[in-house]
């Protein structure tokens, strides 16, 4: 087998033309003049068909009894046949696919028409004989331009028809091409955009860090890791209560006769949900707990609150140390300074700018990240066009090469 011709796209039809050239130009030629010369037929058709409309309007005009209602009834068939032959367009592009729509319409109008002629144009008779006559002669003219062209179609131009759909794909081919290089540029251009707001993020991230490592923020967040393990020690240190504190809390709100005021129910409340806080706002002895404890025996001397016998003893050991011991006096002085530390450091102006100016650099960062999102969105949107565009002209150029090798015998490689 010879070795394949290897040719880029824009010579590939040039080539083929000159090889097929003694084939397909003779057919194609033809099929041109037919499809002009069917054109003309057409018109004298329609030129026909409004001679039989102006023929029947000027009879109508004369009112004669005898002649009114077939001279109505012309007119009115006279009309649809200009109408439906007017639909009919020739094609500007002539192919073997264009060219049979093009028989195919006009045969559904021609049977249209037939069907009519029979049925109306013996209700016509006699009157406008030799129109009718004449109409039909064209009709029938018409009607045999169109069986050869019809005969034309299946017996001559299907021949070429293959080679023809060869060169409408590398037309297609061509179209391809020019959009993959212009998703080539999409890309090239979402990639350099993509880079740019990394370049940005990478930027307002460094100011972020830079911020950050100043002195107020950089206590802030030492001050903020001492109170969350001052937290944990908080709840370690009450766990034992945290039971409880939960029953002394229902009593409260749903039983009644816990004999906690409004004030020392919100302080429970807040022993619960946030131990530290709860501590750290206690005065000098922290009284509001130990008020709270206080009751808490109480209720659970008059069996009001019951507890199993484990958690019991240790719940009254946990109060025992609290009251009678000030077991928790350094945890809270602790709690009280960490506090009292956040809340100057927190209210300190230079904190207040870094703040805002941190802020704003967050702002900055989320903007960019949505902008960010909408470019990958772009980037595979342009990713899954490129993929589905450079498969389309894979197939194209496989079909083009082989449909050659069909037609000449001649294997070609299109670049």
């Not at 993509?194 to 802030?220: A, C, F, H």
């Not at 958690?311 to 050991?317: D, G, L, N, T, V």
Request: glycine residues 2%.
């Amino acid at each position: 087998m010879s070795e394949a011709l290897t040719m880029p796209l824009d010579d590939t039809k040039k080539w083929l033309e000159h090889q097929t050239s003694s084939l397909f130009t003779p057919v194609h030629s033809k099929a041109e003049k037919m499809a002009k010369e069917m054109g003309k037929t057409l018109q004298n058709l329609a030129e026909a068909s409004k001679m039989l409309l102006e023929n029947s309007e000027k009879e109508i005009e004369k009112k004669n009894a005898k002649t009114y209602k077939r001279a109505r009834a012309l007119n009115k068939l006279a009309r649809l046949f200009v109408e439906r032959i007017h639909k009919i367009k020739v094609p500007d592009h002539i192919s073997h696919t264009s060219l049979s729509d093009f028989a195919q319409e006009t045969q559904q109008v021609f049977i249209t028409i037939d069907v009519d002629v029979r049925n109306w144009f013996p209700r016509i008779s006699p009157f406008f004989i030799m129109d009718r006559r004449k109409f039909v002669t064209i009709f029938e003219k018409t009607k045999e331009s169109l069986k050869e062209l019809g005969n034309f179609l299946t017996k001559e131009y299907v021949k070429t028809k293959k080679l023809e759909e060869t060169f409408q794909k590398i037309n297609t081919l061509k179209t391809l091409l020019t959009q993959l290089n212009v998703i080539l540029e999409e890309k090239t251009k979402i990639g350099n955009e993509k880079i740019s707001i990394e370049q940005e993020i990478t930027q307002i991230e460094q100011k972020r860090i830079e911020l950050e490592g100043r002195g107020g923020i950089n206590q802030l967040n030492k001050i903020t890791k001492e109170i969350e393990a001052l937290s944990t020690e908080v709840r370690h240190t009450l766990q034992h209560l945290q039971k409880p504190f939960i029953k002394l809390q229902a009593l409260s709100l749903h039983g009644g006769g816990s004999g906690l005021t409004h004030e020392e129910v919100s302080k429970l409340n807040q022993y619960l949900e946030n131990p530290f806080d709860a501590l750290a706002t206690e005065s000098i002895d922290y009284p509001m707990l130990k008020q709270i404890l206080q009751k808490l025996t109480r209720m659970i001397s008059e069996g009001k609150i019951q507890l199993k016998p484990d958690k019991s003893r240790k719940a009254e050991q946990a109060i025992a140390n609290i009251l009678n011991q000030n077991s928790l006096e350094n945890l809270h002085r602790k709690c009280v300074a960490t506090m009292s530390q956040k809340n100057q450091l927190s209210t300190s102006a230079e904190l207040t700018e870094t703040k805002a100016r941190l802020s704003k650099l967050e702002e900055q960062v989320e903007i960019l990240k949505r902008r960010r999102e909408g470019i990958d969105s772009r980037d595979n949107i342009a990713e899954r066009n490129y993929k589905e565009t450079q498969e389309k002209i894979r197939s194209f150029k496989s079909q083009i090469e082989n449909e050659i090798f069909a037609f000449l015998n001649k294997r070609i490689h299109i670049e």
